[in-house]
């Protein structure tokens, strides 16, 4: 699958969707490509677009108070990614999206979003799909913080994300799991 196709195929899994409505819809996206290392979206910024990636990894991070930069999320093939609260609320956003490969997406503008919310005859259930997927995705995260090891985390984070060792840096990892990269020697010896 290339350009929107795999989008569509997402879609359709999650949605009743005319062919004629996906068209529409699709038409009104856009296809970006950025290179390993480019900032896709950054903070203090109102983002105004979400992303569905096609091909590649992109890094959700954030800087403390104290300028330390942690890793929050990764969003691989297939996912949508964006700085969703700070989307909807129309406010600069905190988050920085960086791709940590050549990575290809389909730019869902915001005048896209909400003419699929207001067109769509299911664009509701599909905003709500993809919502229901963050947060649930996002509790276990904290959850799983609090209530698994270190050592835990790390054996359940291909689970999460396949392959993710060979796609991201070791202190990025490290980050995304709370632990310091000498940590994270230590576990992957064990």
């Known amino acids: 699958m290339n350009n929107v196709e795999q989008l569509k195929y997402v879609m359709k899994q999650m949605i009743n969707i005319t062919e004629e409505e996906c068209n529409i819809f699709l038409n009104k996206t856009n296809l970006k490509i950025f ?9 203090e910024v109102i983002p105004n677009e979400i992303y569905f990636i096609n091909k590649g990894i992109i890094r959700v991070s954030i800087i403390d108070n104290e300028g330390t930069e942690h890793t929050i999320h990764f969003a691989l093939e297939n996912q949508f990614i964006a700085d969703y609260s700070n989307f909807m609320q129309r406010t600069p956003s905190m988050y920085t999206l960086q791709a940590l490969e050549e990575t290809e997406v389909v730019v869902l503008p915001r005048t896209t979003v909400d003419w699929g919310y207001q067109y769509l005859s299911e664009g509701q259930k599909l ?19 609090y209530i698994l090891t270190p050592k835990q985390r790390y054996d359940r984070i291909t689970d999460v994300f396949p392959n993710i060792h060979n796609r991201a840096p070791q202190h990025m990892i490290a980050s995304y799991l709370g632990i310091t990269p000498i940590h994270l020697s230590r576990l992957k010896k064990s």
């Open 127 to 145: 905003g709500r799909l993809i919502a229901e997927y963050y947060f649930i995705y996002q509790d276990m995260r904290i959850k799983n913080t």
């Open 35 to 43: 290179k390993k290392g480019e900032v896709v979206s950054k903070p």
